[in-house]
């Protein structure tokens, strides 16, 4: 881990209330699966899509703050 990054990404479900701006979120929008690899570099998109699927555990996923790279 060459910066020393952890990011644990979370699933979550609404319950209820408005989507609404903060000081910490400029802006809101609903992503499908297929539109999260455009959106963002593949190291955090991976993240989402694992957390996403419920098939498989939590994953731990290296890579350099863009790609993955290999676990050995």
Do not use: N
């Amino acid at each position: 881990m060459p910066r020393g990054i952890i990011a644990l990404v979370f699933r979550c479900k609404i319950t209820g209330g408005q989507l609404t701006t903060t000081d910490e979120a400029s802006a809101l929008h609903w992503a499908t699966d297929g539109e999260i690899a455009d959106l963002m570099d593949e190291a955090y998109a991976v993240r989402v899509l694992d957390a996403l699927d419920d098939d498989h555990p939590p994953a731990v996923r290296p890579h350099d703050g863009m790609h993955l790279m290999d676990h050995g």
